[in-house]
């Protein structure tokens, strides 16, 4: 049996429990950037399934905005106040 992808495992995790891109990236030994990366394939993958990605957009920790044009990324600060303490997405497979 061939070995399983990266984005199989990512979409396997991601099944099991919800995951942010450092634990991704921790898990996988890939940068958070790249788990985001395959976080949006794994999302187009399920396309025509019964599977979706749900996603908990990035917060500011000091505000609260959430409201962020791409849900799909790691924002260096707030637009709103400026903050830099942002709290990363998460994502699940349900």
């Known amino acids: 049996m061939p070995e399983r992808t990266t984005r199989e495992r990512i979409a396997d995790a991601l099944r099991e429990e919800p995951a942010t891109p450092s634990s991704l990236a ?5 940068t958070a950037h790249a788990a985001l990366r395959h976080v949006e394939h794994v999302a187009k993958s399920l396309d025509g399934t019964d599977d979706e990605l749900l ?6 920790e000091e ?20 903050h830099e303490g942002i709290e990363e997405p998460a994502f699940k497979i349900a």
């Open 55 to 60: 996603v908990r957009p990035p917060e500011c």
């Open 63 to 82: 505000c609260g905005f959430n409201d962020f044009d791409d849900p799909l990324n790691l924002p260096s600060r707030c637009p709103e106040c400026k």
């Open 26 to 30: 921790t898990e996988f030994a890939i």
